[in-house]
């Protein structure tokens, strides 16, 4: 009876010890979510650029057609080429990416992520978003897997790398879900507390004649122009810089190819041609 009534002591307090360890397990596993919440998303502008300041040319009336527009033009229709590209080429993964902001994180034990479920849509088509967010070490690794109802399921659309203060980092686009290889590098720097940034987007298309070719965009602090484009057309073997305000929004554009010099042309904040100061 002794050693039965031991036993008996001994699995009660085995399974008061084992208990306790669950339950210190369990609130530690909550405390660790509650001091280390999900990372904070990279801001759009890390992966949609700013073309605001130079609207599609074709709804800028005869600007086009006037010759003392001719600077301007020769700008805004060089930054267009990529706007078109963009926003019109890779509108599911960007309208994806935009909409994330709105949503709530929850944390996927099983993959170590925080996952950022939803819905978007595109052309008047749901598509499914799911966004995975994991820490490692100093950085967040970014993946995006979008699903369209009988078309793809899961494709991995981007994926990217970022610093936990969102100050610099990569994204990396598949094409779409039929070719699904490499096309776009994002790399991206932020400085908040100064107010400058950059962003450039890099073709990567294996067998693209354009393979190489970019468009670098920055706000600087500089005086008088605030902000450039650099765009570099990889078949062409040309480089196009364009310098401006974004407050007043004149400016300056070089382009070798088109000018046939190596001089800057300049326009006013109505957009016409001015002799460069």
Not at 197 to 210: A, K, R, W
Not at 256 to 272: A, K, L, S, V, Y
Request: proline share 5%; aromatic share 14%.
């Amino acid at each position: 009876m002794k050693t039965s009534h031991k036993r008996t002591i001994t699995l009660s307090l085995f399974i008061i010890l084992m208990s306790v360890a669950i339950g210190v397990l369990i609130h530690g596993c909550k405390k660790e979510k509650e001091e280390n919440p999900a990372p904070a998303i990279p801001p759009a502008s890390t992966f949609v650029m700013d073309f605001s300041d130079f609207p599609n040319t074709d709804t800028t009336g005869m600007v086009r057609d006037v010759e003392s527009y001719k600077n301007w033009w020769w700008a805004a229709t060089n930054v267009g080429v990529w706007n078109v590209i963009i926003t019109v080429g890779l509108a599911v993964p960007v309208a994806a990416f935009t909409e994330s902001f709105a949503h709530q994180a929850v944390y996927d034990p099983d993959s170590t992520a925080w996952v950022w479920s939803y819905n978007f849509v595109v052309g008047g088509v749901i598509h499914k978003a799911d966004l995975y967010g994991s820490l490692v070490a100093d950085s967040v690794y970014w993946r995006m897997y979008i699903t369209k109802a009988n078309n793809f399921s899961n494709f991995l659309w981007y994926y990217g790398k970022a610093d936990l203060l969102n100050s610099g980092g990569y994204w990396i686009l598949n094409k779409d879900p039929l070719n699904p290889h490499e096309l776009l590098n994002i790399t991206w720097h932020r400085d908040p507390t100064a107010g400058t940034s950059d962003i450039q987007y890099t073709n990567i298309e294996e067998g693209n004649p354009e393979n190489g070719g970019y468009i670098y965009y920055g706000i600087t602090n500089a005086s008088p122009y605030d902000a450039f484009y650099n765009i570099y057309n990889k078949g062409q073997d040309n480089l196009t810089n364009i310098l401006w305000n974004r407050t007043t929004k004149d400016g300056q554009v070089k382009d070798p190819q088109h000018f046939g010099d190596g001089e800057w042309h300049c326009w006013d904040q109505n957009r016409m041609d001015i002799i460069c100061p």
